[in-house]
């Protein structure tokens, strides 16, 4: 049986949860790109309740919180498919490729669980749509994603085509809303949990 923490304790782990998640995006900013793996296990820890586990928002009853989002909006008369926290990226050794944004001026505030559960981020070329919290889920093998990518494949000015896929800068990029949305909160004084387990 797991220890029952205190609000100061669950407090502290919030806060580590966060420092190794910017330790993680540091490290595959720097080319590791093995870690999106370890952070969205360390997301999902985050946000994700299960029938065996509450979230640490959950348990320090931090629901009521707003995230930024960076999320373009979906065109749904749009006929490709919606990547809508990325923006393509070229460099001249590798050619066309998404990239995060990473960007300060497309933050805007949604609730929790619209940016959670409700938006979608990412519509395939077969119409499937993903939210933040199914694409980190599936990552953290606590979900199966099936995405077809054919929509993202593009061509190069000879003629030849490549598939890009954009998983792991999709990942990237909710981490970045993520520690933007938790840099200035107190969360001993937002937390709505005032009782000790």
């Given at each position: 049986?797991?220890?029952?923490?205190?609000?100061?304790?669950?407090?502290?782990?919030?806060?580590?949860q966060i420092?190794?998640?910017?330790?993680?995006?540091?490290?595959?900013d720097?080319?590791?790109?093995?870690?999106?793996?370890?952070?969205?296990?360390?997301?999902?820890?985050?946000?994700?309740?299960?029938?065996h586990?509450?979230?640490?928002?959950?348990?320090?009853?931090?629901?009521?919180l707003?995230?930024?989002?960076?999320?373009?909006?979906?065109?749904?008369?749009?006929?490709?498919?919606?990547i809508?926290?990325?923006?393509?990226?070229?460099?001249?050794?590798e050619?066309?490729?998404?990239a995060?944004?990473l960007?300060?001026s497309?933050?805007?505030?949604v609730?929790?669980?619209?940016?959670?559960?409700?938006?979608?981020?990412?519509?395939?070329?077969?119409?499937?749509a993903f939210t933040?919290?199914?694409?980190?889920k599936?990552?953290?093998?606590?979900?199966?994603?099936?995405l077809?990518?054919?929509?993202?494949?593009i061509?190069?000015?000879?003629?030849?085509?490549?598939?890009?896929?954009?998983?792991?800068?999709?990942?990237?990029?909710i981490?970045?809303?993520?520690?933007?949305?938790?840099?200035?909160?107190?969360?001993?004084?937002?937390?709505?949990?005032?009782?000790?387990?």
């Open positions: 049986m797991k220890p029952i923490l205190n609000k100061p304790e669950l407090v502290l782990l919030l806060q580590q420092t190794v998640i910017e330790i993680l995006c540091n490290g595959y720097g080319g590791d790109e093995s870690v999106i793996h370890a952070i969205a296990e360390k997301i999902v820890a985050i946000f994700h309740n299960t029938n586990s509450k979230a640490l928002l959950s348990l320090l009853k931090l629901g009521h707003d995230m930024y989002c960076s999320s373009e909006i979906y065109n749904p008369k749009s006929l490709t498919n919606f809508g926290l990325l923006k393509l990226a070229h460099k001249a050794a050619g066309w490729s998404y995060a944004k960007d300060h497309d933050l805007k505030k609730s929790l669980e619209n940016w959670w559960n409700n938006k979608k981020v990412i519509i395939d070329s077969d119409g499937n933040r919290a199914k694409i980190i599936s990552l953290a093998n606590s979900d199966t994603l099936i077809d990518t054919s929509g993202w494949i061509k190069d000015a000879e003629g030849n085509k490549s598939s890009i896929n954009p998983i792991a800068e999709t990942v990237r990029q981490a970045f809303e993520l520690l933007e949305s938790f840099k200035d909160i107190d969360l001993n004084k937002e937390s709505k949990l005032r009782h000790k387990y």
